[in-house]
């Protein structure tokens, strides 16, 4: 087991951060963090990577004990924190010289940082200082020094917040690729980038996990989930749209109808071809969009 959480509490003060919670994750798993902000996701990474004692409970790192074998987990992991810290003035290459050293890697620091900016794509840019990378080109300085000695457990705390959509792209493909040799723990609030790099979802709200399931079995919800409501000049009959293609079922609904899609089905197109046929007006038509919030009431049904 590379992570197992037990009976996890945190307190601040009065406020409970983190409230009885249990996981375990398996080698070579890439698992989701999911939840709102305030849900407790950078307290539980915190507590993983020894940064924070928890009130509570007991966390173990490939077997370690975080509360008394600290060193020993901070071997095996990698944490990239929120908000990513670096030193701006620092140059690319001498930020993980230091990484390296903090970790005493000793003679093979050199090589290591060497792959380290190769891995993460740095070539280009590893001449800089990190106040003058690009938000995405921080995140590959953040990934490299989280990787840097080799860890087998990855935690990184919303890896891919504030990115612009093409390096959200570059650093969940990176993300995916370093997946495939470590087991990985990521925070985001973002369904598509848990369906995109994850394969395994754990909701978490309010300090608690609500739910603990494979990605397809959300990707099906997901979709499942997809409505359509549209309404008509003149009144339809249910049969009639329930027969239409890629549709699962219809209901009458305020001032229109709700047309539930079938797993991966676009019926906008067959409504359409539908209101033609049948000399129908188009009053209005909107398909519903998978939000954190639908997927959460799916799940924690
Ligand atoms: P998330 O990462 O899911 O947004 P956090 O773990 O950062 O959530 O926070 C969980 C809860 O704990 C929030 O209500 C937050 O306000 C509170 N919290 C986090 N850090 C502290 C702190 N250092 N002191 C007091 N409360 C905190
Ligand atoms: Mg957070």
């Not at 925070?187 to 494979?214: F, L, W, Y």
């Not at 079995?217 to 249910?238: C, Q, S, Y």
């Not at 046929?277 to 639908?294: A, F, G, K, T, V």
């Amino acid at each position: 087991m590379s992570v197992t959480a037990e009976k996890v509490s945190k307190r601040y003060g009065t406020q409970l951060a983190l409230d009885d919670v249990s996981f375990q994750v398996r080698e070579g798993e890439v698992v989701a963090f999911l939840g709102p902000n305030g849900a407790g996701k950078s307290t539980m990474m915190k507590i993983i990577a020894c940064y924070l004692p928890q009130s509570h409970g007991t966390v173990k790192v490939c077997g370690y004990d975080v509360s008394t074998h600290p060193l020993d987990v901070k071997k095996n992991i990698g944490y990239l924190p929120e908000n990513n810290p670096l030193y701006p003035d620092m140059y690319v290459r001498e930020y993980l010289n230091f990484v390296a050293g903090l970790h005493k890697l000793g003679k093979k620091a050199a090589q290591r940082v060497d792959e380290m900016i190769a891995l993460t794509g740095l070539t280009a840019e590893y001449k800089k200082t990190i106040g003058t990378l690009s938000k995405g080109y921080r995140q590959r300085v953040g990934l490299a020094q989280a990787l840097i000695h080799d860890p087998g457990v990855l935690i990184l705390d919303e890896p891919t917040s504030g990115l612009d959509p093409n390096q959200l792209v570059e650093i969940r493909q990176l993300i995916t690729e370093i997946g495939r040799q470590k087991t990985i723990i990521l925070s985001t609030h973002i369904m598509q980038e848990v369906e995109a790099v994850c394969n395994r979802v754990m909701i978490i709200s309010k300090g608690r996990i609500m739910a603990d399931a494979p990605t397809t079995e959300v990707r099906r919800l997901n979709k499942a989930n997809r409505t359509v409501f549209v309404a008509f000049d003149k009144e339809v009959d249910l049969s009639a749209l329930r027969a239409l293609d890629g549709v699962a079922d219809a209901s009458a609904a305020d001032k229109g109808y709700k047309v539930f899609a079938r797993t991966d089905a676009d019926v906008r197109p067959h409504i359409f071809r539908f209101a033609v046929d049948h000399d129908l007006i188009i009053l209005s038509m909107e398909q519903q969009e998978e939000s954190l919030e639908d997927v959460f009431r799916q799940m924690t049904r």
